[in-house]
């Protein structure tokens, strides 16, 4: 090889080298302005309180990690997963709806969809593999343990059924009048899936709610669509994954009641669940139920939260709009941040001749979907929707609304604005009053011993 060669294929590699090293410091230099404009989003999220997930989210092993962004891309939301540094890390995580379509993505089964570590957080009670509280006997299905969406809930109330007919059988009783075998609280999805379930394994079982067939989902506006990811639903069959609307999924569930004469006690408040006798005693706003066995599928939003301001129980003050089309030629204030208040907005919005205004007490809005901050800025900027930011809800009069500031500087009242109708979406107060009177613990793991499990039924009771 004569000296040339040497010299050329020498500055080939030196140049490919220097290449290299340029390029490598590109990459670093991105990855380090990424890195800062990540830390800095994650302040402003956690400023918003919307760095932490009420119920299911992602988690990342970021040591199984390969940075490929599969999960960035199958993400619902679209903005609760970012990959920084080749890595991928949770940033929104209150928008993550828990679908789980991350962790079908990963290649690596790097991302796990839970709720984590749940010792420490007052808002989720202690539940076992099969669902039972702290309180033998009784067990919580659907979205009170934290878990959301439709398809959880309904596998959550199967899964509760299908333990308490295992222990049923492992201890049967002779059959007493007036026991039942079990008492399905709430009829919304978790609630029927566990109905259905005991109707289907032929138990002796009672069920009483509050509200209508449907729970949750029956208090939904009119013609509100709602994402379903498949399902198999006792006495139901198969669900299709896709977007329902509110009626359609409460005729599919409606029919089946009918068709099996399923008995559900409606406006019936559970005010007590106490062990007596190797029996679970359930005191009602109607009277008491005895049962073996009991499911709690109450949900999450128990009573609407209040305002507490002069005039708050006026007649034009409703918590839930159920039909927004009723309302034309209308001026309605809406008050909240989330999704429930940005949705009956966006309804009311929709219909001809209604003035609509949002009031929130926050400047900017933390926890929406991405379809519904999409929905939200479209209807502000084509002037159909008026915000009210960091405002407050201090008089309601007959018809006009007073409002005050809530700027740091601020308090001061803002012009009051007229308004034939006032919805209040402030979220709900969960029923934890009540478990927590019935003894279910939170925060730590319950004292029930795997014998105590084991023997069938609530403490007392002996296989």
């Not at 009829?187 to 566990?194: D, E, M, R, T």
């Not at 005991?198 to 209508?212: H, K, M, Q, T």
Request: charged share 25%; aromatic share 4%.
């Amino acid at each position: 090889m004569d000296l040339v060669t040497v010299i050329v294929i020498a500055a080939a590699v030196g140049v490919f080298a220097l290449v290299a090293f340029w390029q490598h410091g590109l990459e670093r230099e991105r990855d380090a302005e990424a890195e800062a404009k990540l830390k800095e989003k994650l302040k402003e999220v956690k400023e918003l309180g919307a760095d932490k997930a009420v119920a299911q989210h992602s988690h990342v092993h970021q040591d199984k990690c390969i940075g490929c962004g599969s999960c960035v891309i199958a993400c619902h939301e679209g903005d609760v997963l970012s990959v920084v540094s080749g890595l991928a890390r949770v940033v929104h995580a209150s928008h993550c709806i828990g679908c789980a379509k991350c962790e079908a993505a990963c290649p690596v089964c790097a991302i796990e969809v839970g709720l984590g570590d749940v010792s420490h957080r007052p808002d989720i009670p202690i539940l076992s593999p099969e669902l039972e509280t702290s309180v033998p006997g009784l067990y919580i299905a659907g979205e009170l343990g934290g878990i959301a969406l439709v398809k959880n809930a309904i596998e959550q109330g199967k899964r509760a059924m299908d333990d308490i007919a295992r222990r049923l059988k492992a201890q049967p009783r002779p059959k007493v009048t007036g026991v039942h075998d079990v008492l399905v609280v709430g009829v919304g999805p978790a609630g029927l899936s566990a109905l259905f379930r005991a109707v289907e394994l032929g138990l002796d079982y009672a069920s009483v709610s509050l509200d209508d067939v449907g729970g949750t989902v029956f208090k939904y506006p009119r013609r509100k669509l709602t994402l379903v990811q498949a399902a198999q639903m006792p006495l139901v069959g198969k669900i299709k994954e896709g977007e329902y609307y509110k009626e359609d999924l409460l005729k599919m569930w409606g029919d089946v009641v009918c068709k099996h004469g399923i008995t559900v006690q409606i406006n019936a408040a559970v005010e007590m669940v106490t062990p007596a006798d190797g029996l679970l005693e359930t005191k009602t706003n109607t009277g008491v139920i005895k049962s073996r066995f009991v499911v709690l599928a109450l949900g999450r939003r128990g009573s609407p939260r209040k305002l507490g301001v002069p005039g708050e129980t006026a007649q034009h003050v409703l918590y839930e709009l159920a039909d927004a089309a009723a309302l034309q030629g209308q001026r309605a204030l809406v008050v909240g941040g989330g999704n429930s208040a940005v949705e009956a907005a966006l309804g009311l919005a929709a219909q001809p001749g209604n003035y609509v205004v949002l009031s929130h007490r926050k400047n900017e809005f933390s926890r929406l979907t991405g379809i519904n901050k999409q929905r939200l800025e479209k209807a502000v900027a084509e002037g159909r929707l008026h915000l009210l930011l960091s405002s407050q809800v201090k008089m309601i009069d007959s018809k006009k609304v007073v409002l005050h500031s809530c700027d740091p500087g601020g308090g001061k009242e803002l012009p009051h604005l007229e308004s034939d109708w006032v919805f209040v979406c402030a979220g709900g107060d969960p029923p934890f009053p009540l478990l927590h009177k019935i003894g279910v613990k939170f925060g730590k793991a319950p004292e029930t011993s795997e014998e105590e499990r084991a023997a069938g039924g609530p403490a007392g009771e002996k296989p």
